[in-house]
């Protein structure tokens, strides 16, 4: 992950970031890359208060007003990723919902999980190790894992609904084979 990707979205896990990620590759139309055009995008979305979005840049509605009239033009990093952030969450919001019921409701997910993986079988090939599992979830679990976004819930929440959607679509074939597997998502103690 980029440093860009990092400074986006502090503190939040490996589940979320990719939900914001895959949220912008359905975007139709790049969001605006300079300071200038953000801020002046960013003021219409806050109905052309200075001081509103000054606080949710968390700067002096004079730093706002000067980076709208192209006196300043180079953001200190801080201030860049909240720029990028906030024009992100703001940016085609029906292209984000119009992807957003597709999964929902008829097309489902792909994700792709990078996860220790192993099974109690003494002296099997499938001895617990890290594996690439690349896999399409049914819109049922696509529809639950927004829900979960969208109701802020935190990386712990959403870890147990994708190891349950890909246990039923990569390990037990939706319920074709390996009846009874379960999938654990990782505890606070690893």
Same mark, same amino acid.
């Given at each position: 992950m980029s440093d860009h990707e990092q400074q986006l979205a502090p503190g939040r896990g490996k589940v979320l970031e990719a939900l914001v990620r895959a949220?912008?590759?359905v975007f139709t139309r790049p969001a605006p890359k300079s300071a200038k055009a953000q801020v002046k995008f &960013? &003021?219409? *979305? $806050? #109905?052309?208060?200075? #001081?509103? !979005? $000054? =606080? *949710? !840049?968390?700067?002096s509605h004079r730093?706002?007003?000067r980076y709208r009239a192209g006196k300043l033009t180079t953001?200190? #990093? *801080?201030l860049q990723a909240a720029l990028v952030g906030e024009t992100e969450s703001e940016? @085609?919001?029906?292209? *984000? $919902?119009q992807a957003r019921e597709q999964a929902a409701t008829?097309?489902?997910?792909?994700? +792709?999980?990078?996860?220790?993986f192993g099974f109690t079988a003494s002296g099997s090939s499938d001895d617990g190790r890290i594996r690439h599992i690349t896999t399409p979830i049914s819109p049922t679990y696509a529809q639950q894992i927004l829900q979960l @976004?969208?109701?802020? $819930?935190?990386? =712990?929440? !959403? +870890?147990p609904i994708v190891a349950q959607a890909v246990t039923e679509s990569y390990f037990t074939e939706w319920g074709t084979r390996a009846q009874g597997l379960r999938a654990d998502s990782p505890t606070s103690s690893r």
């Open positions: 949220e912008r590759k &960013l &003021l219409t *979305r $806050a #109905k052309g208060s200075t #001081k509103a !979005l $000054a =606080e *949710r !840049l968390g700067v730093t706002v007003e953001p200190q #990093k *801080r940016w @085609q919001p029906q292209v *984000r $919902a008829s097309g489902g997910m792909m994700v +792709h999980v990078v996860a220790y @976004q969208a109701s802020d $819930a935190t990386e =712990e929440e !959403l +870890h």
